[in-house]
């Protein structure tokens, strides 16, 4: 079984930055993107930024500049790390793997617990 378990968030003021790491476990055959995707009170899950099996990645146009997401094949490890933080970033944020846990399969997304992340003004 894929899991996915992220780390890193905690309370920090505005201006500040902060990393979370997501750690990937379990077997899976192939993986198309990995991301990050945060949902805050009342508002939708929101793509934060993604990153191919390539090395491609794309990031929403509010925290383009300010974030960057990096991975670590060697320790199925994918990053966000978070720079100038503002009040807005506040939310739950999620890491994600597409992939297909075996040839042949349908790709799946799979999601991790959540880490909170709150930035006060």
């Known amino acids: 079984q894929v899991q996915l378990v992220e780390s890193g968030g905690g309370l920090v003021q505005a201006g500040g930055s902060l990393r979370l790491p997501c750690a990937r476990s379990g077997i899976i055959s192939s993986i198309n993107a990995m991301g990050w995707y945060r949902q805050a009170p009342g508002k939708q899950r929101e793509l934060v930024a993604t990153i191919t099996s390539g090395g491609i990645t794309n990031y929403a146009g509010s925290v383009k500049g300010r974030f960057t997401i990096s991975r670590d094949n060697a320790k199925n490890t994918v990053y966000l790390q978070m720079n100038t933080l503002k009040p807005e970033d506040t939310a739950v944020y999620y890491c994600?793997?597409?992939?297909?846990?075996?040839?042949?399969?349908?790709?799946?997304?799979?999601w991790g617990q959540g880490t909170q992340v709150t930035v006060s003004s």
């Open positions: 994600n793997l597409r992939g297909r846990r075996f040839p042949g399969s349908n790709e799946y997304d799979y």
